[in-house]
């Protein structure tokens, strides 16, 4: 079965960067979207498409792809960051996969 | 602005069926533009996609659920519903509804319901 594999967890300190990955276990990769999740909160989209950002979501959110790898990137990364992060894309079937997901922490 | 909302019992006992409502508002259910979806998380674990349904109520089924899983819409009450029979401790989460656009949750997002399956 399709499978998207993220690292549980990233450790960033104000200010600085994050990356997240998430690796699709076979080709050829559907897109890619990121939902970010705060505790006791329903899951907000992030990221679309490998790379779109949907309205007001801040700017230091991007995304890209490469190969089966995409990446959510978070620059100049705020307290308010704090949360899971999980990619999410379809298999050949349109059968929706979720990531691990990502505990990020600012330290 | 568009909102949706779970309702249902918090409390299923093992190899009962589990159902959960979601009424939309603040728009139509009836747009050609989206399709619904049920969303579910483990406590303390990963998403989960369930299953998605388009107002005409056309449905898209995770296979690993498929056997277990009914989703269907009532236009008239801007409602869509899930039902999964002869649940066990491991459909034990939260449940959420959605508005997806093909295969992502655009949202929104409900808020979340628990549902305990526990005797």
């Known amino acids: 079965s399709y499978e998207l594999t993220q690292p549980p967890s990233v450790s960033v300190s104000p200010g600085q960067t994050a990356r997240i990955t998430c690796s699709a276990d076979?080709?050829?990769?559907?897109?890619a979207y990121w939902y970010q999740q705060k505790p006791g909160q329903a899951p907000v989209l992030v990221i679309y498409?490998?790379?779109e950002r949907p309205s007001g979501i801040p700017e230091r959110f991007s995304g890209s792809s490469s190969g089966t790898t995409v990446t959510l990137t978070i620059s100049g990364v705020q307290a308010e960051d704090e949360a899971d992060y999980y990619c999410?894309?379809?298999?050949?079937?349109?059968?929706?996969?979720f990531g691990g997901g990502t505990k990020l922490t600012v330290l | 602005q568009l909102q949706l909302q779970e309702s249902g019992p918090g409390l299923v006992k093992p190899s009962e069926t589990l159902s959960l409502t979601c009424t939309v508002s603040g728009g139509s259910i009836s747009s050609s533009s989206y399709y619904w979806g049920w969303i579910r998380q483990p406590p303390g674990k990963g998403l989960e996609w369930i299953g998605s349904?388009?107002?005409?109520?056309?449905?898209y089924y995770n296979p690993s659920l498929k056997s277990r899983v009914t989703i269907s819409v009532d236009t008239s009450k801007n409602q869509f519903s899930l039902k999964l029979s002869s649940v066990t401790a491991a459909d034990t989460a939260v449940y959420y509804c959605?508005?997806?656009?093909?295969?992502?949750?655009?949202?929104?997002w409900g808020q979340g319901t628990l549902v305990t399956v526990s005797s």
């Open positions: 349904i388009y107002y005409s109520g056309s449905t």
């Open positions: 999410q894309s379809a298999d050949s079937s349109g059968t929706w996969v």
């Open positions: 498409k490998d790379s």
């Open positions: 076979a080709l050829p990769k559907q897109y």
């Open positions: 959605a508005r997806a656009e093909d295969i992502v949750a655009t949202g929104p």
